[in-house]
């Protein structure tokens, strides 16, 4: 369990066991179990953000992180426990779509195909995916994932190309027909003409999509860091208003 995921659970607790106390009327137990849940995202959220700062960038946390440090200082001690669960919650949410990203790309890079079986006059040698040009005539043996794009020269070859379309059930390939790399052979050795290499063929710009998908951040939330220091004194502004006109 990560630190996150720990202190999301100490914070959700806390705040689950603070409203108890404090329908028992025991408010200062509920303070304190409030500020307990505070606390550790608070410490996690300034060294996050300290991190950040050392190399010259800034982002929306820090709202969050005021947000909870001054519900300390004023004593509101239910609504930074409030904030905490939400900035907390985000936060695992976000860790646990970039281990997903993370499995899937190791799955995709890990199906890839290193060897090729290309015919050679009347033997069939193997070589390096990378190794394939546009032209080459191959076999691809049953169970194997086609290497690059082609077209089928041999007998029609059923194929499973679940892992492009997300469809189930295998497609029948006639001769002359293309047939996109990725694509598992579900018959009998398949015979294929390459139309791409390796690195321009189907499989490979998934896994460049994959990669540029894991390393990337949504556009709104690339926004909100970037005018994040805009955003910052606004908010002090607007809550220092709300504050002095809520008396």
Avoid: C
């Avoid at 190309?161 to 189930?168: C, K, M, P, R, W």
């Amino acid at each position: 369990m990560t630190a996150h995921r720990a202190a999301l659970v100490l914070a959700v607790l806390a705040l689950a066991a603070g409203i108890a106390a404090w329908l028992a009327d025991a408010d200062r137990i509920a303070a304190i179990l409030w500020a307990a849940a505070v606390v550790p995202a608070l410490l996690l959220l300034v060294v996050s953000a300290g991190r950040k700062l050392l190399h010259g960038e800034t982002g929306v946390d820090i709202i969050a992180g005021l947000a909870m440090a001054g519900s300390l200082a004023l004593g509101e001690y239910l609504a930074g426990a409030v904030v905490a669960a939400m900035y907390l919650g985000g936060t695992v949410l976000e860790e646990f779509a970039e281990g997903r990203a993370r499995r899937e790309l190791t799955a995709l890079l890990s199906r890839a195909p290193r060897i090729a079986h290309r015919e050679s006059g009347d033997r069939i040698e193997d070589i390096a995916v990378d190794a394939i040009t546009v032209g080459d005539r191959l076999v691809v043996k049953p169970g194997e994932v086609l290497p690059v794009d082609g077209v089928v020269t041999g007998e029609a070859a059923t194929l499973d190309e679940s892992a492009l379309t997300g469809e189930a059930r295998p497609v029948e390939r006639r001769p002359g027909a293309t047939v996109a790399s990725g694509s598992v052979n579900a018959s009998g050795p398949l015979r294929l003409r390459a139309t791409a290499p390796a690195a321009a063929s189907t499989y490979a710009g998934i896994v460049r999509l994959v990669e540029a998908a894991q390393s990337s951040r949504s556009p709104f939330v690339r926004m909100a860091d970037r005018y994040a220091l805009i955003l910052l004194p606004l908010t002090l502004v607007v809550a220092g208003a709300g504050w002095l006109l809520s008396g």
